[in-house]
């Protein structure tokens, strides 16, 4: 029997859905994201792509998963219902001090968001853990009592509690929670001690907070989904793609939403690093450009690196600082303010700057002809011939070239060149901003961008793929097949995965391993059960482990791959000889003499790769040309093949410069590149020396 | 090289821009002293051939980031650039010659391609410890604050000179963070030098001549038209604020707009005498908290570099405390930095009342703790600090619990919990301690701790603005005047305080001002 596999991606946009089946056969489709109820999207798009396979939802036998911008939602459009928190007396305003740091120095204008939880939802409680753990006064029944009263006048469903220290023990936060349980059965209760157990109060209670303002929406949303799969022949539980790059099953998922947020960029990268193991690559950068900006992504040893807090809703021109902090591992990406809307300007010094501000899709690019006059990225590759005003969307959206050109002649005036030239410089300025944000992430992470090969993807990125690549220093550009839904695709093929943490501070020179021993031990069983619950035998688990490790006396801490179980080699020295290793490979010294500390250990539970994929059927015959135009490139016209992706044959292989043109997105190669077509039908383009 | 085109120039000057950048990332990242990675205390900076800052890493906070610009020049006035080789690296934290005092400690490197000299990589940040007296305003004269260290050689053809490390090693209480520190300075210059070298591989460069005149002149330029731009004249404000020991020190600006040569020079005649504590500012450090209040009105375009650092002019008078002399004490001078911008804010209120914003609290509170924990073993703390209320802005009401003009995050409470016997009371806002007004001012905060050690404990604390309140804008009210309790009882002393073992501290920091009549 054929066993079928579905994955919907819900976005902003779009909700994408992909099928496969075990013989290797694909079929994808999209449709407008329902915002209003993000599920009728979900039904709606699986019945497009079922159809197309001429099957019915009982007969995906295999699994179901899912990408959603649910939570995310939650938070930006702030639609939760009243919340509260509950704080250790005498710390009430933590959500409003936040660090005391101001994000931008010079200026004064900044702004924050709004706590999610305000003060008049905030509660103190007479309680106090130590850092060494030790209890300094408990928790008074009485106390929860009052509270739990106060809750109920208040109409609160769900609460955040997070004490000071509760990371190093969290009794009084488990005792409040079953003396609040009793009273109030129906509470939502999210304790930090069980979502984010670690260090530094104002992230933790960040992280516990959005928890618990986006679980009486999400889970909700996922038991209907459970319920409604069920309904119509689906019995096994759907699995959700968490921010880290790994899917659990839904009931696990639902617990802890703040772990999805980046589900559906974390699915975008995930495939990346499928990919690079697929075409044998250890390392690449996976670069996505869309319509307001473009997101990087690092893959190495064919994963995607994964960072411990992230933040979501920057509230200030995107800055970093300006969103609510969250600690819970996320795939590693940046993102800046650069896409095909991003708009060009000239400064006061008479410089041409591109981005981050950006015309979005309304009123767009000057080309769309909704009566934006501002020259963008867009604009620019339209006027330099690299994108065809009649084929955009399939031709679905005719662009007009005259405002495009009108647009650029604008700026070009300013700068007192040519058209062409000032088109060219907003498509090279803008590659360049790109590969200066993917230098510094790299460098950020320890990690030689030269010559890394790229991955392109997203609206805009094949077009400007070839040119980042060569600032880069890179050689090689991979463009896969199914770029439009990768994202869905990229659920398929996500192992079963939990990334857990737990502060457990200590001096390698005085390590105490049993106090090491419970920490790693609950982690173990935590990853266990999720694994379980996502469909795995369990003896098909496999673990990693690290540690979070600096010198003495600093702050910031270095995430470190350990061998194995540390409890079982219980060996300082390897630790402390790991750490160097790594502390010199990303900051070029080691400091040999200095004590190390660890600060957190770390336990990756996951299952082996999903074993899924399509195969693409390419043409049999070498497709040819379907027209020539002129490209201006390097100061010159250049005349330029173009082609019509479905057109291409297995091995085919064309010189740059070329225009490979398909629904969704159009592939620039440049001169001095030579492009292959490979059987799972990607493009690669390799730079000729 | 032909003239640069705006195209050329941006994708040049971008690529030099993100080479700091990713220095100053690095070295927060690494940084021992706490007051480099959680205030991001460090400026990095790249000059061409003749020490002229070129491109400056968009981090920091504002008291280094202009004294590194000036910094470069005096190094190699003492060192010249014909004694300089590959693998050198020139050092020196003379508060004159860098950026004000002792702790800050100065590193730069010549960058050079093939054997020709072709510019400098510079780097400032914040030490944990330079000996003497350590963090707070009580020494007498400079040289009971530390160390001295002169403009040297600390690595020659990339050899260290060991007499200056041992020197360095035998002076200070925690040499393992300084030379961690002093070993990411040496680090990151180098790896500067390597990134520039490969741009102009990238771009076919032999030198950086050509970009960074076309740089300096592009940035001068603008800024004296941003300038031009404003009502020409003379604008005065004045400030008040009271300092530990209860001394009030008051700063009066003359602020002089000059259209036709687009300049502004800001003259502090008539501000307070130099103090007898460790709180006077050299003139470095007032110019880049002067530069950084007229940077806040000015097109936010405009860069920081050597171009258009050179339309703002700052005059003192030489018996003044923001120009001081030696042998002045000039550990804490933060404490008076920090307001230099409110009086220039209150003159250009009168120019530009659309972008300023009212006083605020201004120099954060810092704290320094040093005693033996239960089992007699002696700590000292780090430096950390708390922050009142920002004044308010024309449109939005003033941060609380927020810092301006620097940008200094507070240490986590479980952070500080887990490195020493401390434990807090409490941390939350002082509500209604921001002015009221149209628009109010940020409010102050309250935190209350006490020790765990059982004994006595020596405390070091940096509080002001305890008498003298944050000013209203335009007819608001003025933020509340903060508070400093042991006990329940005022305090306020510049020097070290000795506490008994259960003595309880309540700060509560002051609030900001407001903006426009209610």
């Given at each position: 029997m054929t066993r079928y596999a579905l994955a919907i991606d819900i976005g902003g946009t779009f909700t994408d859905a992909v099928l496969i089946s075990d013989d290797g056969r694909g079929w994808t489709d999209k449709t407008l994201s329902?915002?209003?109820?993000l599920l009728e999207g979900f039904f709606k798009a699986a019945d497009m792509v079922l159809d197309k396979a001429g099957i019915k939802l009982d007969q995906v036998n295999d699994v179901v998963t899912h990408a959603t911008t649910v939570v995310t939602n939650i938070l930006i459009e702030r639609k939760g219902s009243p919340t509260g928190l509950i704080t250790t007396?005498?710390?009430?305003d933590v959500l409003y001090i936040?660090?005391?740091?101001?994000?931008?120095?010079?200026?004064?204008?900044i702004e924050y968001p709004e706590p999610l939880i305000t003060r008049d939802y905030t509660w103190g409680i007479d309680e106090r853990i130590y850092a060494d753990g030790s209890v300094g006064k408990e928790i008074d029944p009485d106390a929860v009592a009052k509270i739990a009263s106060d809750l109920v006048a208040k109409n609160v469903s769900t609460i955040a509690v997070c004490f000071l220290n509760s990371y190093r023990n969290p009794d009084n936060e488990r005792r409040f929670r079953d003396i609040l349980h009793e009273i109030a059965p129906d509470l939502f209760i999210t304790l930090s001690s069980d979502v984010a157990p670690q260090m530094r109060e104002y992230l933790r209670t960040s992280t516990t907070a959005i928890n618990a303002y986006t679980v009486p929406i999400t889970r909700p949303y996922l038991n209907a989904l459970i319920e409604k799969l069920q309904q119509q022949g689906v019995d096994h539980e759907p699995l959700i793609m968490l921010s880290n790059g790994g899917v659990v099953g839904a009931r696990t998922a639902g617990t802890y939403p703040v772990r999805m947020i980046e589900s559906g960029p974390a699915a975008g990268a995930l495939v990346a690093g499928f990919i690079a193991r697929k075409h044998g690559i250890e390392n690449l950068i996976s670069f996505d450009m869309g319509g307001t900006t473009a997101k990087a992504c690092i893959v190495q040893g064919g994963e995607p690196l994964v960072i411990g807090d992230f933040e979501v809703d920057r509230r200030y021109r995107f800055k970093p600082g300006s969103g609510m902090p969250i600690t819970v591992p996320s795939i590693d990406m940046i993102e800046i303010g650069?896409?095909?809307g991003s708009i060009a300007r000239i400064d006061s010094l008479g410089l041409l700057k591109v981005g981050p501000d950006s015309a979005g899709s309304s009123p767009g690019p000057a080309c769309y002809g909704q009566g934006g006059s501002h020259a963008c990225v867009t604009d620019a590759d339209v006027v330099l011939g690299i994108l065809d005003p009649l084929n955009f969307l399939g031709g679905d959206m005719a662009l007009d070239g005259d405002a495009a050109f009108a647009a650029v002649k604008k700026l070009a005036d300013v700068l007192e060149t040519s058209v062409d030239d000032a088109a060219h410089g907003i498509f090279s300025v803008v590659g360049e901003s790109m590969a200066a944000a993917a230098r510094a992430h790299a460098t950020d992470r320890g990690v030689n961008y030269r010559g890394l090969p790229m991955l392109a993807f997203g609206g805009a990125g094949p077009v400007h793929a070839c040119y980042v690549a060569e600032r880069l220093d890179s050689t090689q550009v991979i463009y896969p097949a199914m770029a439009s839904v990768l994202s869905a695709f990229g659920t398929l093929v996500t192992p079963a995965r939990l990334d857990l943490a737990r502060s457990g501070l200590c001096r390698l020179s005085d390590i105490d391993w049993q106090n090491v021993e419970p920490l790693i031990a609950e982690m173990l069983d935590e990853g266990t059960r999720a694994l379980i619950e996502a469909g795995l035998d369990e003896s098909a688990a496999a673990f990693e482990f690290a540690a979070d490790m600096r010198y003495v006396g600093q702050q910031n801490e270095v995430p470190v791959p350990l061998a194995g179980d540390p409890r079982q080699a219980e060996n300082q020295d390897d630790l402390r000889e790991r750490f160097n290793e790594i502390y010199q490979k990303l900051y070029g010294l080691r400091l040999d003499d200095m004590d190390i500390e660890v600060v957190s250990w770390r336990v990756t539970a996951h299952g082996g790769e999903a074993q899924r994929q399509v195969n693409v059927s390419l043409a049999n015959e070498e497709g040819k040309p379907k027209s020539r135009r002129n490209v201006y490139i390097e100061n010159r016209h250049v005349e330029t093949p173009v082609y019509d992706r479905s057109t291409l044959a297995l091995g085919q292989q064309i010189d740059g410069p070329i225009i490979i043109e398909e629904r969704e997105t159009t592939v620039f190669i440049l001169p001095g590149w030579s492009l292959t077509v490979r059987d799972d039908g990607s493009l690669i383009a390799n730079r000729q020396d | 090289m032909a003239k640069l085109d705006g195209i050329e120039l941006e994708i040049m000057w971008g690529n030099m821009i993100s080479i700091v950048s990713e220095q100053a990332k690095a070295l927060q990242r690494i940084a021992f002293s706490p007051i480099v990675r959680e205030a991001g205390d460090l400026a990095t900076g790249l000059f061409d051939v003749n020490a002229r800052m070129v491109a400056q890493a968009v981090t920091g906070t504002p008291g280094h980031i202009n004294s590194l610009a000036a910094a470069a020049g005096h190094l190699i006035d003492v060192i010249p650039p014909e004694s300089l080789y590959p693998g050198d690296v020139l050092i020196t934290n003379d508060p004159w010659l860098s950026a004000g005092h002792f702790f800050d400690i100065t590193l730069l490197t010549p960058i050079f391609r093939g054997e020709k000299l072709i510019g400098y990589c510079g780097s400032t940040i914040h030490h944990t410890d330079i000996g003497g007296y350590g963090v707070g305003a009580g020494a007498r004269d400079i040289h009971e604050e530390g160390l001295w260290i002169p403009v040297m050689k600390l690595y020659e053809r990339g050899e260290p000179n060991e007499t200056l490390h041992s020197i360095i090693r035998r002076n200070v209480r925690t040499p393992d963070s300084i030379f961690g520190d002093l070993a990411a300075q040496v680090s990151s210059g180098k790896m500067g030098g390597e990134r520039l070298n490969a741009m102009c591989d990238r771009y076919g460069l032999d030198d950086i001549v050509d970009l960074s005149d076309e740089i300096i002149a592009r940035s001068e330029s603008a800024t004296r038209d941003d300038i031009r731009k404003l009502p020409g004249g003379s604008y005065h404000g004045e400030t008040e604020f009271d300092v530990p020991g209860g001394e009030v020190i008051t700063l009066k600006t003359e602020l002089i707009i000059d259209t036709e040569r687009g300049e502004i020079t800001i003259d502090f005649a008539g501000s307070s005498g130099p103090s007898r504590s460790g709180i006077n500012v050299v003139t470095a450090y007032t110019h880049a908290y002067s530069t950084f209040a007229i940077r806040s009105i000015l097109d936010p375009d405009l860069p920081n570099n050597a171009g258009s650092l050179a339309p703002i002019i700052i005059r003192a008078p030489e018996q003044c405390i923001v120009n001081?002399?030696?042998?002045?004490?000039?550990?804490?001078?933060h404490v008076v930095g920090m307001y230099v911008p409110f009086p220039i804010l209150k003159a250009l209120a009168q120019v530009v009342p659309d972008k300023i914003l009212a006083e605020g609290s201004g120099a954060v509170w810092t704290i320094q703790i040093q005693g033996r924990d239960k089992h007699g073993k002696s700590f000292t703390s780090s430096m950390f600090n708390y922050s009142g209320g920002m004044g308010a802005r024309k449109t939005k009401a003033g941060l609380s619990a927020t810092c301006y003009p620097t940008g200094v995050a507070a240490v986590p409470v479980e952070v500080l919990e887990a490195s020493i016997p401390i434990a807090f009371t409490c941390k939350e806002l002082a509500r209604g301690t921001g002015g009221k007004g149209l628009v109010d001012g940020g409010d102050g905060q309250r935190i209350g701790f006490r020790m765990r050690t059982g004994q006595e404990w020596l405390l070091n604390a940096i509080p002001s603005r305890l008498s003298s309140q944050a000013e209203g804008m335009f007819g608001a009210g003025n933020g509340a005047a903060g508070q400093f309790l042991v006990n329940g009882e005022s305090s306020s002393e510049a020097k070290k305080l000795v506490m008994q073992a259960d003595d309880i501290v309540l700060m509560q920091t002051p609030g900001g001002g407001g903006y426009g009549e209610a």
């Amino acid at each position: 029997m054929t066993r079928y596999a579905l994955a919907i991606d819900i976005g902003g946009t779009f909700t994408d859905a992909v099928l496969i089946s075990d013989d290797g056969r694909g079929w994808t489709d999209k449709t407008l994201s329902t915002h209003h109820d993000l599920l009728e999207g979900f039904f709606k798009a699986a019945d497009m792509v079922l159809d197309k396979a001429g099957i019915k939802l009982d007969q995906v036998n295999d699994v179901v998963t899912h990408a959603t911008t649910v939570v995310t939602n939650i938070l930006i459009e702030r639609k939760g219902s009243p919340t509260g928190l509950i704080t250790t007396e005498g710390f009430r305003d933590v959500l409003y001090i936040r660090d005391e740091h101001r994000y931008d120095m010079f200026d004064p204008q900044i702004e924050y968001p709004e706590p999610l939880i305000t003060r008049d939802y905030t509660w103190g409680i007479d309680e106090r853990i130590y850092a060494d753990g030790s209890v300094g006064k408990e928790i008074d029944p009485d106390a929860v009592a009052k509270i739990a009263s106060d809750l109920v006048a208040k109409n609160v469903s769900t609460i955040a509690v997070c004490f000071l220290n509760s990371y190093r023990n969290p009794d009084n936060e488990r005792r409040f929670r079953d003396i609040l349980h009793e009273i109030a059965p129906d509470l939502f209760i999210t304790l930090s001690s069980d979502v984010a157990p670690q260090m530094r109060e104002y992230l933790r209670t960040s992280t516990t907070a959005i928890n618990a303002y986006t679980v009486p929406i999400t889970r909700p949303y996922l038991n209907a989904l459970i319920e409604k799969l069920q309904q119509q022949g689906v019995d096994h539980e759907p699995l959700i793609m968490l921010s880290n790059g790994g899917v659990v099953g839904a009931r696990t998922a639902g617990t802890y939403p703040v772990r999805m947020i980046e589900s559906g960029p974390a699915a975008g990268a995930l495939v990346a690093g499928f990919i690079a193991r697929k075409h044998g690559i250890e390392n690449l950068i996976s670069f996505d450009m869309g319509g307001t900006t473009a997101k990087a992504c690092i893959v190495q040893g064919g994963e995607p690196l994964v960072i411990g807090d992230f933040e979501v809703d920057r509230r200030y021109r995107f800055k970093p600082g300006s969103g609510m902090p969250i600690t819970v591992p996320s795939i590693d990406m940046i993102e800046i303010g650069a896409g095909g809307g991003s708009i060009a300007r000239i400064d006061s010094l008479g410089l041409l700057k591109v981005g981050p501000d950006s015309a979005g899709s309304s009123p767009g690019p000057a080309c769309y002809g909704q009566g934006g006059s501002h020259a963008c990225v867009t604009d620019a590759d339209v006027v330099l011939g690299i994108l065809d005003p009649l084929n955009f969307l399939g031709g679905d959206m005719a662009l007009d070239g005259d405002a495009a050109f009108a647009a650029v002649k604008k700026l070009a005036d300013v700068l007192e060149t040519s058209v062409d030239d000032a088109a060219h410089g907003i498509f090279s300025v803008v590659g360049e901003s790109m590969a200066a944000a993917a230098r510094a992430h790299a460098t950020d992470r320890g990690v030689n961008y030269r010559g890394l090969p790229m991955l392109a993807f997203g609206g805009a990125g094949p077009v400007h793929a070839c040119y980042v690549a060569e600032r880069l220093d890179s050689t090689q550009v991979i463009y896969p097949a199914m770029a439009s839904v990768l994202s869905a695709f990229g659920t398929l093929v996500t192992p079963a995965r939990l990334d857990l943490a737990r502060s457990g501070l200590c001096r390698l020179s005085d390590i105490d391993w049993q106090n090491v021993e419970p920490l790693i031990a609950e982690m173990l069983d935590e990853g266990t059960r999720a694994l379980i619950e996502a469909g795995l035998d369990e003896s098909a688990a496999a673990f990693e482990f690290a540690a979070d490790m600096r010198y003495v006396g600093q702050q910031n801490e270095v995430p470190v791959p350990l061998a194995g179980d540390p409890r079982q080699a219980e060996n300082q020295d390897d630790l402390r000889e790991r750490f160097n290793e790594i502390y010199q490979k990303l900051y070029g010294l080691r400091l040999d003499d200095m004590d190390i500390e660890v600060v957190s250990w770390r336990v990756t539970a996951h299952g082996g790769e999903a074993q899924r994929q399509v195969n693409v059927s390419l043409a049999n015959e070498e497709g040819k040309p379907k027209s020539r135009r002129n490209v201006y490139i390097e100061n010159r016209h250049v005349e330029t093949p173009v082609y019509d992706r479905s057109t291409l044959a297995l091995g085919q292989q064309i010189d740059g410069p070329i225009i490979i043109e398909e629904r969704e997105t159009t592939v620039f190669i440049l001169p001095g590149w030579s492009l292959t077509v490979r059987d799972d039908g990607s493009l690669i383009a390799n730079r000729q020396d | 090289m032909a003239k640069l085109d705006g195209i050329e120039l941006e994708i040049m000057w971008g690529n030099m821009i993100s080479i700091v950048s990713e220095q100053a990332k690095a070295l927060q990242r690494i940084a021992f002293s706490p007051i480099v990675r959680e205030a991001g205390d460090l400026a990095t900076g790249l000059f061409d051939v003749n020490a002229r800052m070129v491109a400056q890493a968009v981090t920091g906070t504002p008291g280094h980031i202009n004294s590194l610009a000036a910094a470069a020049g005096h190094l190699i006035d003492v060192i010249p650039p014909e004694s300089l080789y590959p693998g050198d690296v020139l050092i020196t934290n003379d508060p004159w010659l860098s950026a004000g005092h002792f702790f800050d400690i100065t590193l730069l490197t010549p960058i050079f391609r093939g054997e020709k000299l072709i510019g400098y990589c510079g780097s400032t940040i914040h030490h944990t410890d330079i000996g003497g007296y350590g963090v707070g305003a009580g020494a007498r004269d400079i040289h009971e604050e530390g160390l001295w260290i002169p403009v040297m050689k600390l690595y020659e053809r990339g050899e260290p000179n060991e007499t200056l490390h041992s020197i360095i090693r035998r002076n200070v209480r925690t040499p393992d963070s300084i030379f961690g520190d002093l070993a990411a300075q040496v680090s990151s210059g180098k790896m500067g030098g390597e990134r520039l070298n490969a741009m102009c591989d990238r771009y076919g460069l032999d030198d950086i001549v050509d970009l960074s005149d076309e740089i300096i002149a592009r940035s001068e330029s603008a800024t004296r038209d941003d300038i031009r731009k404003l009502p020409g004249g003379s604008y005065h404000g004045e400030t008040e604020f009271d300092v530990p020991g209860g001394e009030v020190i008051t700063l009066k600006t003359e602020l002089i707009i000059d259209t036709e040569r687009g300049e502004i020079t800001i003259d502090f005649a008539g501000s307070s005498g130099p103090s007898r504590s460790g709180i006077n500012v050299v003139t470095a450090y007032t110019h880049a908290y002067s530069t950084f209040a007229i940077r806040s009105i000015l097109d936010p375009d405009l860069p920081n570099n050597a171009g258009s650092l050179a339309p703002i002019i700052i005059r003192a008078p030489e018996q003044c405390i923001v120009n001081a002399q030696y042998p002045s004490p000039v550990n804490a001078r933060h404490v008076v930095g920090m307001y230099v911008p409110f009086p220039i804010l209150k003159a250009l209120a009168q120019v530009v009342p659309d972008k300023i914003l009212a006083e605020g609290s201004g120099a954060v509170w810092t704290i320094q703790i040093q005693g033996r924990d239960k089992h007699g073993k002696s700590f000292t703390s780090s430096m950390f600090n708390y922050s009142g209320g920002m004044g308010a802005r024309k449109t939005k009401a003033g941060l609380s619990a927020t810092c301006y003009p620097t940008g200094v995050a507070a240490v986590p409470v479980e952070v500080l919990e887990a490195s020493i016997p401390i434990a807090f009371t409490c941390k939350e806002l002082a509500r209604g301690t921001g002015g009221k007004g149209l628009v109010d001012g940020g409010d102050g905060q309250r935190i209350g701790f006490r020790m765990r050690t059982g004994q006595e404990w020596l405390l070091n604390a940096i509080p002001s603005r305890l008498s003298s309140q944050a000013e209203g804008m335009f007819g608001a009210g003025n933020g509340a005047a903060g508070q400093f309790l042991v006990n329940g009882e005022s305090s306020s002393e510049a020097k070290k305080l000795v506490m008994q073992a259960d003595d309880i501290v309540l700060m509560q920091t002051p609030g900001g001002g407001g903006y426009g009549e209610a």
